[in-house]
């Protein structure tokens, strides 16, 4: 079971179906909502990027076993620079079930658009 405690009550649906549509049943993640400062920040100091961004995941245990429960990340979404919650919320906890956009073949974002699909 995946622990949803930390994701705020409004996105919990698109979390639980992003992770239903990733195959991930156990583990834990944190959503938090953040102003523009605070992802510029983040994405500064993380990404080298020293602008605002809309979403940024920071996966924590990866794909493999875990000695105990499974800490898949935190995802941090500044709502004013989305476009849509619901589909930064899906967007980070896809990267924290070890998608990525940047590399693939666009698996990520087809997978992405079926579940904002399924979430409409």
């Known amino acids: 079971m995946v622990d949803l405690v930390d ?4 996105l919990r649906d698109a979390v639980a179906a992003a992770l239903g549509a990733a ?3 156990d583990g834990h993640l944190a ?3 953040v102003a523009a400062a605070r992802i510029r920040e983040l994405n500064r100091e ?3 990027a020293d602008v605002p961004t809309d979403v940024l995941a920071f996966p924590v245990d990866g794909a493999g076993p875990t000695p105990g429960p499974r800490e898949l990340g935190d995802v941090a979404i500044c ?3 989305c476009s849509d919650l619901t589909e930064a919320a899906v ?3 896809l990267h924290l ?4 956009h940047e590399i693939d073949s666009g698996e990520m974002l087809a997978l992405q658009a ?5 979430l409409r």
């Open 7 to 10: 994701v705020p009550v409004e």
């Open 23 to 25: 195959g991930v049943t």
């Open 31 to 33: 959503v938090e909502l």
């Open 46 to 48: 993380h990404r080298g």
């Open 79 to 81: 709502p004013e620079h």
């Open 91 to 93: 967007h980070g906890t």
């Open 97 to 100: 079930c070890g998608y990525d």
């Open 114 to 118: 079926r579940v904002v699909e399924g």
